[in-house]
């Protein structure tokens, strides 16, 4: 894990994202799956947000928190999905043995505790139709091994991230992508095709938001956003 930290940590981030061709910009189905297969880009800043109401209410409710996976320093609260306690991906529980296909996810028992998180989620996310939502601690001290989570290839614009702490010490860091930039307030969403790994060397917790979308994936309003965002991103760089 610290070498390859080390090895990418200083290559400049979105060096090679490319410029869309000229005939995708007025196309969002198109350009959206360029975006999220072809364009080269390793993360997407979608929008900068106020997130001080859900920082305020994570700052005390972090206790709430279960282990998730063996990754060292990882804990998570899942709001929405199948249970609270289900902080893995739906296919490591149907590996399993669990059957889901008479259930639907929905808010779960742990999300009443967070009425302004929920609230702002639902007049404010991108996704209107999603899988899973879920609260991700990193501890000082923790981090994930390198790994990717689609294997075919740059796959951006699955799950989108909302930082709402970014500690000093913290990073991301993709293959041949250097470190993500993160500030807090971000929605990003990064190309888990590609491999990565996340650390967290300070001495306060990393807590981040991750939606998951649904089977029926993004939504046209997402996909222009999406849109929207990567022109504006690539005029910067």
Known sequence: MIQFFEFNKHILHNKDALVPPNELINNTEN?????????????????????????????????????HRDHPGWR????????????????HYKERGFDFSNINPDWTDISKFFPNTV????????LKEFNRIR???????????????FPNGQFLCGPINLAITQP???EFVLEDGGCVPWKEGDYRTMDLGSMHCVRNTGSEPRVHMIITPSSNDWNIEAKELACRSYLKQITKC
Not at 119 to 126: E, F, S, V
Not at 135 to 149: A, E, Q, T, V
């Open 168 to 170: 000093q010490g913290s």
């Open 135 to 149: 609260f991700m601690i990193l501890d000082p001290n923790g981090s994930s091994s390198p790994h990717k989570d």
């Open 76 to 91: 998570s609260i899942t709001l929405y999905g199948y249970s609270s306690i289900m902080t893995n991906s739906y296919e």
């Open 31 to 67: 350009f959206f799956k360029w975006i999220r297969h072809n364009s080269k880009c390793k993360s997407l800043r979608l929008d900068n947000i106020d997130i001080s109401e859900i920082k305020e209410e994570i700052k005390d409710k972090i206790f709430l928190s279960i282990p």
């Open 119 to 126: 609230a702002w989620l639902q007049k404010n996310n991108p």
